[in-house]
């Protein structure tokens, strides 16, 4: 089991910038896929960026490239979204995902994740 605790949201303006934190508990996440995804009112879990150095991915959706960078520390067992140049369209509730078996052809989807957090809301005013 992995236990996963996000934090870091919150509110700014267009242009501002936010650092979300995942903290992993439970087991060490350097063998784990890591993703960040995006849920808005109204519509299913997006994915935002993923991590898996073991499968030789790191990705981050269109768009958000170039404006938000994921990273990890195994050490720490933490995983982070750097969040720039936030725009309105930005806002969400966000959550990480973790899972030690994904496949590549599912890595990009909610359903190849089975460890989630409980969310941590970013909200971008214009």
């Known amino acids: 089991q992995v236990q996963l605790v996000e934090s870091g949201g919150g509110s700014v303006q267009a242009g501002g910038s936010l650092r979300l934190s995942c903290l992993a508990s439970g087991r060490t996440i350097s063998s784990y896929a890591m993703a960040w995804f995006r849920r808005v009112p109204g519509k299913e879990r997006a994915i935002v960026a993923v991590?898996?150095?073991?499968?030789?991915?790191?990705w981050v959706a269109d768009s958000v490239k170039g404006r938000f960078t994921n990273s990890r520390d195994n050490a720490k067992s933490t995983v982070y979204l750097q969040m720039n140049s936030l725009r309105p369209e930005d806002t969400g509730v966000y959550y990480c995902?973790?899972?030690?078996?994904?496949?590549?052809?599912?890595?990009?989807?909610?359903?190849?994740?089975?460890?989630w957090g409980q969310g941590t809301q970013v909200t971008v005013s214009s």
């Open positions: 991590d898996s150095r073991r499968r030789g991915v790191t």
């Open positions: 995902a973790a899972d030690s078996t994904v496949i590549l052809s599912s890595m990009y989807e909610a359903r190849g994740y089975d460890y």
